[in-house]
């Protein structure tokens, strides 16, 4: 049974907080009575939900960090754990994509998607889950993606780097349980947020989109019960299962003439 009351009066840190499923995410753990370290790169938007927040009764903390910088990780640990704030609750959920053709591509994008999606995942687990072995208590939500499940042409990065971060939690989870840390990989599909905006992928947007405080819902529940990997859609279930038993190629074939962008038709 999941058990959200055990979030009641533990620091979470939530990354990519400021919209999105971050801001959700914050939320629905503020509901369960969880004080938020909130961090993202647009302080504006985090002052604004801090605010949302605090007036509901929930302390907040925010710390403004560019994850792509490798420093962020460190700075976020001194200015959090390092300055005497207990966070047993981690959530990875910062991230970023880019839809296009790989060799079209700015380089800069497809590595800042690496740094973010992996690297910094990576350092912030680091950093903070030895503090909660030690503790004997802890949680980690690690934003992984259906696009983990099998390659995705046009977010080749994208879905390479949330496959990473789906085997990195099941991995990390397998590891720590036995000092009660519990461990658990998000793997939303299409969600209302900026995100597709940003990464320029309207066009996965076409199949439906599932409300941002529908997802955290069901990924604070799983976290706090110890599930180690969530799917919040059914969409996202069916292919999690179908793609089990087709061959690689032939997923790939479809997908690529499926998402191709227009401008590398010919």
Known sequence: MANTQDFQGKWALVTGASSGIGAALARELAGFGAKLILTARRKDRLEALGAELAAKGTEVRIVTADLNDPAAPQQLYDATEGAGLCVDILVNNA???????????PVEQELSQVR???????????????????????????????????????????????????????????????????????????????????????????????PAPDVARLAVAALARGQRTILPSLSGRCTAFMVRFLPVGLITYFIEKAARPKSSAA
């Open 95 to 105: 991230g970023l994509g880019q839809y296009s053709a790989f060799y079209d591509s």
């Open 116 to 210: 973010v999606n992996c690297e910094a995942v990576v350092r912030l687990s680091r950093l903070f889950v030895p503090r909660m072995v030690e503790r004997r208590r802890g949680w980690v939500l690690i934003l992984a993606s259906t696009a983990s499940f099998q390659p995705v042409p046009y977010i080749t990065t994208y879905a390479a780097t949330k496959a990473f971060d789906r085997f990195f939690a099941l991995g990390l989870a397998a590891e720590v349980a036995r000092f009660g840390v519990k461990v658990t990989a998000l793997c939303p599909g299409s969600t209302e947020s900026e995100f597709f905006d940003v990464a320029h992928a309207e066009l996965f947007k076409a199949g439906g989109m599932q």
